[in-house]
């Protein structure tokens, strides 16, 4: 599912109107909203009045002469064209011959992808459920589960740590931007076979260039238009060692001890999924890109 402008503009707060839509010359180009009050954070070409329009998501390209169509029609004001579809002019192109009572402003698909990000960065976008499993034995009952089980859908998701938080020195940070990292999903059921007793178990893990036991994370509802980038992962997992527990097991003589409940990998069940997370790719003063995963915490170097 893709991110629509309306997502983004009710992400920030921004109140919009529908009422008493504007015609357009062009068949393409179709009136979407108005801009009552402008949201949490600037945005170029936000600004109260504003009448928003969409050009659409089609692969036919959109040229001048079906923007000249457009502008001709339009009321004086400001205006802003969300497209996605490629454009074959200039941008400049067209602020050279617009009417100096109508403010035209155009956001391509490179340019949406730039406002998601600011929003997405500034801690404004708000497209995400927040969910914690605490090694549950409900999986089923969430969005999660679901999603596994639809065949076309990629699962979204990000976590909540902070780069702050990390021992990454920020004073050597030039740029950052979000990013989406391929990522692969396991659903593990088996047993922990403990010193009296056995425990089915059923477990989350997070494939990426290391392998992480999911226990909080938060699912998106929709897919920000950002670049993606894969890591080299793991070529052995030792499910063994990575699912066996230290759980506190009560004594014969009284009490309870932590005692190691050991995974058995013989009664291994696994179900996969992709996935792509939302990280942050950052760039230092002198060049190197890293990437920071808000689900681990960690910080990976890029390389090209």
Known sequence: ????????L???????????????LS???????????????NLDGIEK???????????APLDLNTINSWRYGLPKGKHLLICMRPM??????????????????IWNKEIFAQRVGEAYLSGFLQTKQPLETENTESIEKDILNERFLSEDSIILMTGTKKIEDT????????????????AKLEIVKGTLIGPN???????????????????????LDVQPLFDSVELTGPENIDYGDLLSERIQTPSKTGGTF???????????????????????????????????????????????
């Open 1 to 8: 599912m893709s991110f629509s402008a309306e997502d983004l």
């Open 10 to 24: 009710k992400s920030l707060d921004v109140e919009i109107e529908k009422q008493f839509p504007l015609s357009s």
């Open 27 to 41: 068949g393409i180009i179709k009136w979407k909203m108005r801009i009552v009050k402008p949201g949490i954070l």
């Open 49 to 59: 009045g504003t009448n928003v329009w969409h050009a659409g998501n089609g692969y």
């Open 88 to 105: 074959l002019f200039d941008l400049r192109d067209l602020s050279q011959e617009t009417d100096a009572k109508i403010e035209i402003s």
């Open 167 to 182: 021992d990454f020195n920020q004073l050597e940070l030039k740029t950052r931007r979000p990013i989406l990292l391929k």
């Open 197 to 219: 007793e056995t425990k089915k178990i059923k477990r989350i893990l997070l494939i990426t260039d290391r392998v992480d036991l999911l226990t909080e994370y938060e699912l």
């Open 258 to 304: 932590l005692r190691w409940w050991k995974f058995n990998v013989e009664t291994m069940d696994v179900t996969s999924k992709e996935a792509l997370v939302l990280c942050v790719r950052l760039r230092d003063k002198i060049g190197n890109e890293w990437l920071f995963n808000p689900i681990s915490g960690n910080i990976s170097q890029l390389h090209h």
